[in-house]
């Protein structure tokens, strides 16, 4: 288990591990947590959680391929290891 910090972004998304900052099928996000309808019909969006919306939505493949530009293309972006 492992964070990662974009740059002028206050919140930490979380990942499965450090090296998923050079994963091909990372996917930062805001994962939103449903809520059961009420009684008044109006559905209340529960929480978010920032964390990768790969792993929310399928799971992490398998055979994760990772890439050493991606890496620093990433870095260069503002994105690192918290």
């Avoid at 288990?1 to 050079?22: E, F, H, S, T």
């Avoid at 929480?47 to 398998?62: D, F, I, K, V």
Wanted: hydrophobic share 35%; with cysteine; glycine share 8%.
């Amino acid at each position: 288990m492992a964070y990662l910090k974009q740059k002028n972004d206050p919140r930490k998304y979380w990942v499965r591990n450090q090296a998923c900052i050079g994963a091909e099928c990372l996917a930062l996000g805001l994962f939103r947590h449903r809520r059961a309808v009420g009684a008044s019909g109006r559905r209340k969006t529960g929480s978010t959680t920032p964390c990768c919306m790969t792993n929310a939505y399928r799971g992490c493949p398998l055979q994760v391929r990772y890439s050493a530009e991606l890496i620093a293309l990433r870095r260069k972006e503002g994105i690192k290891v918290a």
